[in-house]
Antibody
Framework: EVQLVESGGGLVQPGRSLRLSCAASGFTFDDYAMHWVRQAPGKGLEWVSGISWNSGSIGYADSVKGRFTISRDNAKNSLYLQMNSLRAEDTALYYC??????????????WGQGTLVTVSS | QSVLTQPPSVSAAPGQKVTISCSGSSSNIGNNYVSWYQQLPGTAPKLLIYDNNKRPSGIPDRFSGSKSGTSATLGITGLQTGDEADYYCGTWDSSLSGDVVFGGGTKLTVL
């Protein structure tokens, strides 16, 4: 069974950092692009960042560019999101999602259950 | 304000058909594939349609997708109460920033 399990969320003060992790299982991790998508409370979906299978292609939403860094460790079947200089508007449920074989496939399947990040003093 | 425009809500009776529209521009829907997601209350999104009109394994053929120009449409036939959910369209945007963009979501109510 394909499974994605996020961890690392929590309550953090504005300006501080947090690192999210996503553990993948049930598929050949290094065959696929991976993405982070977030959903603020009561709001819609917002793509945050994506990374190709070999980390050769990486992208970020303008809202997080320069503050967040996506990475992956194919040996550990894991995806990461380093979040620095956090702001209140970064408060959201962060989903890890598998992309296609190509970084530009544009679809996400499956999604993890999400990890909640709350930025507040 | 989302890059892709969806109606905030749609409704229909059980057994009926409903369509959900997703409007964009030449930099996104017009030149890229569209995907659709279903988000049941309290759960993670689930892929329903990819590459405009393809269904992943396990998705019933009651769900269909189409695209014309800079708009896309999700169709659901034989509505069931279990279809009550939020539905989102998504695609790449080929503008300078090159992000993936989503619609604002449509709440489907099965009356």
């Amino acid at each position: 069974e394909v499974q994605l399990v996020e961890s690392g969320g929590g309550l953090v003060q504005p300006g501080r950092s947090l690192r999210l992790s996503c553990a993948a299982s049930g598929f050949t991790f290094d065959d696929y692009a991976m993405h982070w998508v977030r959903q603020a409370p009561g709001k819609g979906l917002e793509w945050v960042s994506g990374i190709s299978w070999n980390s050769g292609s990486i992208g970020y939403a303008d809202s997080v560019k320069g503050r967040f860094t996506i990475s992956r460790d194919n040996a550990k079947n894991s995806l990461y999101l380093q979040m620095n200089s956090l702001r209140a508007e970064d408060t959201a449920l962060y989903y890890c999602a598998r992309g296609g074989y190509s970084y530009g496939s544009g679809w996400f399947d499956p999604w993890g259950q999400g990890t909640l990040v709350t930025v507040s003093s | 304000q989302s890059v892709l425009t969806q109606p905030p809500s749609v409704s229909a009776a059980p057994g009926q058909k409903v369509t959900i529209s997703c409007s964009g521009s030449s930099s996104n829907i017009g030149n890229n594939y569209v995907s659709w997601y279903q988000q049941l209350p309290g759960t993670a999104p689930k892929l329903l349609i990819y590459d405009n009109n393809k269904r992943p394994s396990g998705i019933p053929d009651r769900f269909s997708g189409s695209k014309s120009g800079t708009s896309a449409t999700l169709g659901i036939t034989g509505l069931q109460t279990g279809d009550e959910a939020d539905y989102y369209c998504g695609t790449w945007d080929s503008s300078l920033s090159g992000d993936v963009v989503f619609g604002g979501g449509t709440k489907l109510t099965v009356l």
